[in-house]
């Protein structure tokens, strides 16, 4: 096994993006983004969030170093520009903007985009740890572990967004608004986190 895989390496992977990604942290998250959609729109939100998840691990992952280098762009930069994002996001949440089904049919793809897609699922800090992990790799073996741990985290978030609609039954409607605002202000305070982290590694490099 240890000659296919790095056993730690995978375990490493798989813990750290499960920690950040959060697969049973979305659930609430999901819901209070999809909470107006049907089922079968809930369930092709969560597989074109993971798809775009899983598109934007793997591009950084591949590319993302080069890519901030040739654009100047520092990760701090890029975390404060996610935590911005999720800002907007939970103010939209809080003040119900979410729970109406107008244009809902025009607007659910960009919701499984963005922000579900990223930067909530492939976030800022789900990207960086991933690009750490790209270069502490350079054997066949830790590349294995590496795929391996960003497939599992994936179908881990995929399994928690596709049972949300059995949460979504018991609760209704009226617990899915109550789960919306209690999701938006954990969200602002997510986004507000990745903010004054930002700034203060900013400030810390002046």
Known sequence: MSSVLDVQLFISVFVTLFVIMDPPGTVPLFLALTGSMTRQQRKRAARQAILVAFGVIVGFALFGQSLLNYLHVSVQA??????????????????????????????QGNVALVPLGTPLLAGPGAIVATMVFVQQSSEVTDWVALGLGVV??????????????????????????????????????????????????FAREV
């Open 78 to 107: 890029l975390q404060a520009a996610g935590g911005l994002l999720l800002l907007l996001v939970a103010m939209e949440l809080l003040t119900g903007k979410m729970d109406s089904n107008e244009g809902l049919e025009g607007t």
């Open 152 to 201: 599992l985290v994936h179908l881990c978030l995929w399994l928690s967004m596709r049972f949300a609609g059995a949460i979504h039954r018991v609760l209704k409607d009226s617990g899915t608004m109550l789960v919306s605002r209690i999701a938006g202000l954990l969200l602002a305070a997510i986004a507000v986190q990745l903010l004054a982290d930002a700034v203060l590694t």
